[in-house]
């Protein structure tokens, strides 16, 4: 019998049990008697749950059920009236995730159970052999009760969003521009769905009408793709600005998803919807805003049952795909959400069981299929996306495995050994380079990506494993070594991130790239800038710095990102530090790219103070006006330069270079 605690020589012991009886470490230390404290009645409950379950399980894998058999008869029979107690519906779903989930369908929309105890409380005990019944009403609706803030987010008003579409011209123009620099990295709907997005009010006879979801998960799709251009090719392409076009979609957006109840989402395109649009807020609207839109999306995701896998639901294969990569881009949108808020995601290490995508194309699958297709070898059409989702999944099962939460800090985090954290990078590193790096074809755009972010990734995670190692005071041993090799991974993070700008064939993804820039690594070769007392190094530190300025122009939109401004301005107390302790070749004259971000800087300033700036000085944190005087002429002394940068890893607020709020 299993047990659900450790024996009593393993619990003191801090080791796991496997909790048979004797366990395998008794077994093997052989002096150790096994014995296990008296099982608490609900340990009991729990255990004899557990067998229930086993056996249910088994009789319907022989294709019996237990409803089917006769039951015995009982020795005083009584009327079937008694009503359930919640207790005993949720009894099988005491511990762990149910193997018998269940969607139900009410006037064309769909509820999810976790277990189909639920549902026989509720008072379907009927089995489908789809998993799938049509219910008499929703048993969740007690009551007619108002929704929660629906006078503030839920307007009923009627909403005609056909009217609003825009000229079929620049449909067609949109569509293209999608279909070459997002699609490939958002694959949440399938290529002929996207298609008839666009076109379908365009070309309504070659194409069925769209539904309200499906009208506001186009605008969406719209948002996304304008924010995809940069400002001159909205001009050309398009004939507006993008920031006049951006605001109308977003308006449009936004008020499409106040005319739906996003508390209590009931569709999964509305889902989808709500994807692209947290997607496409990313850098651009508030993160903790974003964040809890997150927590919204995945509470509505698991009441649709997309967590689930669509195998134990009995789905059928094409629904299963479509569920399956819109639950993982949504891990994958959380992931970065948290890396921007500082937080660990906790839907990440939940109990769910949505297996990876398939590695297939489109038209590998259509909505007639019974069984999944064969999935291809090499990479496909949706490599992207399962390069990004199998990598979480890899990081996952490691730490799962491990009993330890998945905490975004394990690279950096003391309580990991540098040991378990190097094995882990090279598992991860061999995987990428086996299932997706050695099928790269670099005449193709996304596979040129993928060997780009693979690699400025499994170099960053190298970089921040070693950044508390090197950073350390007392120094560990073989600081120095530590301290070479930190420097060497920050010098090779900020090169692929160059990568980025420098290869034509990935332009189109630059609005997705935008965001990956390593801040970390470039503040620690800023340090070193002002540090490095030898000349070859010092030099090779400034021309890589200035190679950066000339590629990434984002790095001049001050506007745009507050550590962007501030970066600049280290940049050049950098470099003024360097000249006062001689660091610098000869009299080697001030580079131009810092001579650029000085007068770049001093028109900003000049502008905040005006008020001129399109992020008013009120607006600004303590820590913004730390680094904006009032009166710009006193930046710079050459006193203020040298207090200024006078810092070492362990003084920089790495917080502060992780999140843009």
Partial sequence: MTRTQACEPCAKRKVRCDKQEPCNNCTRRKQDHCSYVDESPYEKIKSLEEQVRKLQGSLRSDGSSPAKRPAPSPPSPEPRTRTRTRQEATATVASGRSKDPVIFEEDGQQFYLESQSWHAWFGHEQESPSNRTQATGNPFLIRNAPNAFQRIFYRQTALNLAERDPPSQDAAILWNVFSQGIHPVLRISFSSDYKRSFFASTQPGRYEPLTEAEHIFKFTLYLITVLSLSDEECVQKLHHPKSSMVSQFQTIVEEALSHTNIFCVNNVTILKALTVYLMSGIDRLSTQSLWSLMGLINRNAEKLGVHRDGTLLKLPPMQTEERRRLWWHLQHLDLALAVRSGMTPLTLMGDWDAKLPLNIEDEDIDQNMTEPPKERKGLTSMSYCLFTYWVIDKQRGFLRANNDRFELSWQSKEAVPPLIKDSLIDQLEEGVNKHFLQHCDPLKPVHVLIQIVARALVCGMRQRTLQPLASSKPAVVDGERLHRELIDASIQSLEYSMAYYTQPSIAHFQWLTRSFFPWH????????????????????????????????????????????????????????????????????????????????????????????????????????????????????????????FDLDFQDIDWSFWSSID
């Fill in 521 to 644: 690594a470039f503040m620690i070769v800023l340090v070193e800038a002002s540090q490095q007392s030898d000349l070859e190094k010092s030099q090779r530190i400034w021309d890589l710095l200035s190679a950066l300025y000339s590629i990434n122009l984002t790095l001049s939109q001050f506007h745009e990102d507050r550590r962007i401004s501030h970066a600049a301005e280290l940049v050049s107390i950098a470099w003024r530090t360097c000249e006062r302790r001689s660091h610098t070749i000869g009299a080697s004259p001030k580079p131009d790219f810092v001579m650029r971000l000085e007068t770049q800087l001093e028109a900003y300033r000049r502008q905040m103070k005006q008020g001129e700036s399109e992020v008013p000085t009120e607006n600004l944190s303590s820590a913004d006006r730390t680094f904006w005087p009032s009166t710009p002429e006193t930046m710079g002394s050459g006193q203020d330069a040298n207090a200024m």
